[in-house]
Every structure is written in C-alpha cells, then in structure tokens.
C-alpha cells in the first residue's frame, strides 16, 4: 500500500493544526508550510479539500488563515484520507467486482477484508493521540 504525496502533507496540515488548536489564532499557509515543509501551492489546494470535508476553517484577511473544524479528538485518520482521496484503500480498477475465476474472487475476497482492516484501524487513531505521542516521542507504530 502506497501513501500519496497528498495524503502526507495533508496530514502534515492537520497535525499543525492540531499542535496550535488552542491558541484560537488562525494560522497562516506561510506558517503551515514553514513549519511542515509543504510546498505552498499544494497547501492551498489540500486545505480546499479539507475545508470542504468540514476537517478546517479558515478566515480572510490580514490576520485570517486556517484553523480545525473541531477538536483533534474528533478528527481521525480515515477522516483525512476520505477527505483527500474518498477511498482510504482502494480495490484494482478492473478487479472491483468479485467477476471471473475462482482465483480472482478469492484475491477480492482478501483484499476486501485488508481493506476493512486498514479502515477500522485508522478511525481508531485521532490527532489527540498524535500529539501525544509526539510530544512524548512514541514514535513506533505497528499494525
């Protein structure tokens, strides 16, 4: 499984975000992508997505930026993924029915439950924990 250049920085944004969630300041693209290292014309466009998946907020103007939605507690990482790419784990194009031989459907058959497996676990981690544990250095993760 490949994780995309869009759902890493998109990610990246969110857990910026998070780290400045009670500062009730908005934050500034410059900021996010300083801090992040994200190029700022693709911010732009994941914080549009993001923004239209109800994840951010943002104000205009000079002090204006971005800011969560809600808590970093509400926001998973299914979330973010369904916010960037709709489908967190994706079947092959023209395997997405179980059609054909009996090899064929049992590989469906697999990947459908990998992929329920993958789903169920990412709505389990929120960014509250991210922080966490970034703050505290865990940074070991196993699934």
């Known amino acids: ?25 908005p934050v500034q693209i410059s900021s996010i992508s300083e801090a ?4 700022k014309k693709f911010l732009v466009q994941l914080l549009l ?10 104000t205009r ?6 800011y969560l939605a809600r808590a970093p507690a509400q926001i998973t ?3 973010l993924f369904r916010a960037i790419d709709e489908e967190i784990v994706s079947l092959p194009k ?7 031989s009996e090899a064929a459907r049992l590989f469906f058959e697999i990947w459908r439950g ?14 509250e924990q991210l922080i ?9 993760y196993q699934i």
């Open 1 to 25: 499984m490949k994780i995309s250049a869009k759902i890493e920085y998109a990610y990246k944004a969110v857990l910026e975000l998070s780290l400045r969630y009670n500062n009730d300041v």
């Open 36 to 39: 992040q290292g994200i190029p």
């Open 49 to 58: 997505r993001l923004k239209n998946a109800n994840l951010v907020n943002s």
């Open 61 to 66: 103007g000079i002090a204006g930026g971005y």
């Open 77 to 79: 990482l299914a979330d």
């Open 94 to 100: 023209e395997k997405r029915s179980p059609q054909g």
């Open 114 to 127: 990998i992929s329920k497996e993958v789903v169920n676990r990412l709505e389990q981690i929120n960014f």
């Open 132 to 140: 966490y544990r970034l703050k505290n250095e865990q940074l070991t």
